[in-house]
């Protein structure tokens, strides 16, 4: 099979999902990917075979070496569903003692219904306040229950209070609306309160989503600024946040971000 791989430029524009970009259609081709990384086999029955994109950690990769060639035995997964944008973001612990991983992984269909790029946040040891089995703990024991209809947000409304979040680091005068007892998830650490702000401006711009409305969530790949000073402060470090939005507000963020070297120190 031939791919040809590209490192897409900006990371904001919506794909155009084909009529038959259902749910269940995102579902069976996750569980499907999901197979493929259990199996160590960089292939499976959604993944296009032309013009895939792979994009591991930041960066353009040969499928057959990434993260899909090794074969993980997984703990524990939840998915998102995005059936505007014909994508779906899902969240894989592993805490095999030979080698944790927490992945990040967003499959971007074309019309077809065929993955035609993959992204792929790859955090383990030496990256941003790495543990796995913190992150199994606490990630497993949310509630994550669809949210009735009724009740739902908007997509604009989730994405806004993604966005408010990110915005809020470096512009204090953003006030994300957090719920009571929102906390942060951050490489298996769980941070208590979600505010933060670092007191400079921050350009965060290249931002992927993938909104769920039925579980009220949205996940962003984006880069870092400020963390990493092996990087240069623009465009920063390869991270993603997950954030849970109910009612408008932020119940919970999991963040998961990749070191350039071991620790991210400052």
């Known amino acids: 099979m031939f791919l040809r791989f590209i490192l897409a430029a900006s990371g904001g524009l919506a794909l155009q999902a084909s009529a038959a970009c259902t749910r269940q259609m995102l579902q069976e081709a996750t569980a499907d990917y999901l197979g ?19 994009v591991e950690n930041g960066k353009d990769t040969d499928i057959t070496t990434g993260v899909l060639s ?48 993959i992204d792929q946040n790859v955090a383990d040891a ?10 199994l ?22 994405q806004a209070a993604g966005d408010s979040y990110i915005n809020s680091w470096g512009d204090a005068s ?38 769920d409305e039925e579980l009220g969530a949205v996940d962003i790949f984006h880069n870092f600024p400020f963390l990493d000073n092996a990087l240069p402060r623009d465009p920063g470090t390869v991270t993603n946040n997950l954030v849970k939005v109910q009612s408008g507000k932020i119940q919970f963020i999991h963040e998961n971000t990749i070191c350039s070297k071991k620790g991210c120190a400052k």
């Not at 493929?36 to 792979?54: I, M, Q, R």
């Not at 229950?145 to 739902?152: A, V």
């Open 36 to 54: 493929a990384l259990v199996a160590g086999k960089p292939t499976f029955s959604a993944l296009g075979t032309d013009n895939v994109e792979y």
């Open 70 to 117: 090794q074969g993980i035995p997984i703990n524990f997964n939840r998915s998102l569903y995005d059936t505007t944008q014909c994508a779906s973001y899902t969240e894989i612990v592993s805490t095999d003692a030979k080698h944790p991983y927490v992945i990040g992984s967003r499959l971007a269909f074309g019309a077809d219904n065929m993955v035609n790029r």
């Open 126 to 135: 030496g990256d941003w306040i790495f543990n796995a089995a913190g992150t």
């Open 137 to 158: 703990s606490t990630d497993s024991k949310e509630n994550w229950d669809p949210i009735p209809e009724d009740k739902r947000d908007t997509r604009d409304v989730i």
């Open 174 to 211: 953003v006030k994300p609306a957090f719920a009571p007892g929102c906390y942060c998830l951050e490489g298996g650490t769980q941070r208590a309160g979600c505010a933060l702000n670092f007191g400079q401006a921050m350009n965060i711009t290249s931002r992927r989503y993938t909104i």
